[in-house]
């Protein structure tokens, strides 16, 4: 088995960079393919914001995408996908049209335009330029928490931000997961310090605490924050084994688990819930039903895993009324 960073660049192929401005409380988290690589898609929340979703069809005709642009600002964050778009083009990267070169990047974005940071940022708001800046810091080894994408991202009681995480099957493919945590409900049992992710954790990653002995009385009260629209959950999971679009499309979908299995309550009409599924081909999965049957378990237990420990990393905001960190509420 390959020694593992339990990020998502544990993928070979796969890399990520962010681009955060803390003045505006926000930012940009680019996931960058160093080969295009097949793609595909699931939507589980109600208030979805994309770039390029229905691309990802897997009866659509382009079929392998450069990379992924997740972004805050909500709407105004759509121009992170033309920053992305702008560095790979300078790259000679890109779909080829006889002599035209398109790079293929989707994506989706999260609300965070009321968290308090500076949003008077003129005509025109910064999220191409971050975009352009987070695909040009793309590398293999990438910090979480409030960074990126999740620089101004919230739960229902805590500060969200990026998570990560990785592991391989017993194949030895090797499945990452990313996500910027941004979701009406809560990644924490009721107003306790436990996660609900904790069956899945994997050594302390955050912080071993499993499940409380007992459920207090308001763990499954469903606690939600925010109207339509202001709430999102934005997830990559990857794997390094080969992939046709329909599969990659299964991917998504069983690894949307990982936010049920994360958040409580989730998927509601108040989110944008997108999970994003990649491969970048490098590794024969083995039998093609339970291949990928085993791929999509160990990805949505990745993406649980991921959304705990965008929380667990967390720092609390700066601004005024900020909601507090896990680390800040908790210690550790």
Same mark, same amino acid.
């Given at each position: 088995?390959?020694?593992?960073?339990?990020?998502?660049?544990?993928?070979?192929?796969?890399?990520?960079?962010?681009?955060?401005?803390?003045?505006?409380?926000?930012?940009?988290?680019?996931?960058?393919?160093?080969?295009?690589?097949?793609?595909?898609?699931?939507?589980?929340?109600?208030?979805?914001?994309?770039?390029?979703?229905?691309?990802?069809?897997?009866?659509?005709?382009?079929?392998?995408?450069?990379?992924? *642009?997740?972004? /805050?600002? =909500?709407?105004?964050? $759509?121009?992170? #996908?033309? +920053?992305? !778009?702008?560095?790979?083009?300078?790259? @000679?990267?890109?779909?080829?049209?006889?002599?035209?070169?398109?790079?293929?990047?989707?994506?989706?974005?999260?609300?965070?335009?009321?968290?308090?940071?500076?949003?008077?940022?003129?005509?025109?708001?910064?999220?191409?330029?971050?975009?352009?800046?987070?695909?040009?810091?793309?590398?293999?080894?990438?910090?979480?928490?409030?960074?990126? *994408?999740?620089? /101004?991202? =919230?739960?229902?009681? $805590?500060?969200? #931000?990026? +998570?990560? !995480?990785?592991?391989?099957?017993?194949? @030895?493919?090797?499945?990452?997961?990313?996500?910027?945590?941004?979701?009406?409900?809560?990644?924490?049992?009721?107003?306790?310090?436990?996660?609900?992710?904790?069956?899945?954790?994997?050594?302390?990653?955050?912080?071993?605490?499993?499940?409380?002995?007992?459920?207090?009385?308001?763990?499954?009260?469903?606690?939600?924050?925010?109207?339509?629209?202001?709430?999102?959950?934005?997830?990559?999971?990857?794997?390094?084994?080969?992939?046709?679009?329909?599969?990659?499309?299964?991917?998504?979908?069983?690894?949307?688990?990982?936010?049920?299995?994360?958040?409580?309550?989730?998927?509601?009409?108040?989110?944008?819930?997108?999970?994003?599924?990649?491969?970048?081909?490098?590794?024969?999965?083995?039998?093609?039903?339970?291949?990928?049957?085993?791929?999509?378990?160990?990805?949505?237990?990745?993406?649980?895993?991921?959304?705990?420990?965008?929380?667990?990393?967390?720092?609390?905001?700066?601004?005024?009324?900020?909601?507090?960190?896990?680390?800040?509420?908790?210690?550790?």
């Amino acid at each position: 088995m390959t020694k593992l960073k339990n990020l998502i660049t544990d993928v070979p192929g796969v890399l990520v960079g962010h681009a955060t401005d803390l003045k505006v409380g926000s930012g940009a988290t680019a996931i960058v393919f160093e080969q295009p690589a097949v793609a595909s898609a699931d939507v589980r929340g109600g208030g979805p914001g994309t770039r390029e979703l229905d691309m990802l069809d897997p009866v659509a005709t382009v079929e392998r995408v450069d990379a992924f *642009a997740l972004s /805050g600002g =909500s709407a105004f964050g $759509l121009e992170t #996908g033309a +920053g992305v !778009a702008a560095y790979l083009a300078e790259q @000679g990267r890109g779909f080829q049209v006889r002599t035209a070169r398109v790079p293929i990047v989707p994506g989706a974005i999260l609300f965070d335009l009321l968290n308090g940071g500076d949003k008077a940022w003129g005509r025109y708001p910064p999220y191409r330029e971050l975009g352009y800046e987070a695909a040009k810091a793309a590398t293999a080894d990438f910090v979480l928490g409030s960074v990126g *994408a999740g620089a /101004g991202a =919230s739960t229902e009681n $805590l500060q969200g #931000g990026i +998570g990560s !995480a990785s592991a391989q099957t017993a194949g @030895g493919s090797v499945v990452g997961a990313i996500a910027a945590v941004n979701t009406a409900g809560r990644t924490t049992i009721g107003g306790s310090k436990h996660f609900w992710a904790a069956p899945f954790e994997q050594g302390n990653e955050f912080g071993g605490l499993g499940w409380p002995a007992k459920f207090a009385a308001d763990a499954h009260v469903p606690h939600l924050k925010g109207r339509v629209r202001e709430n999102t959950t934005l997830a990559v999971v990857a794997t390094d084994a080969t992939l046709t679009k329909p599969q990659a499309k299964r991917l998504a979908v069983m690894a949307s688990a990982g936010l049920a299995r994360a958040i409580y309550p989730v998927f509601s009409p108040l989110d944008g819930d997108i999970v994003f599924a990649a491969s970048t081909g490098q590794r024969d999965p083995g039998d093609a039903v339970h291949g990928l049957a085993e791929l999509g378990a160990i990805a949505a237990n990745c993406l649980a895993r991921a959304v705990a420990r965008a929380v667990f990393e967390a720092r609390t905001l700066s601004f005024p009324g900020a909601l507090p960190s896990w680390r800040d509420r908790f210690g550790g």
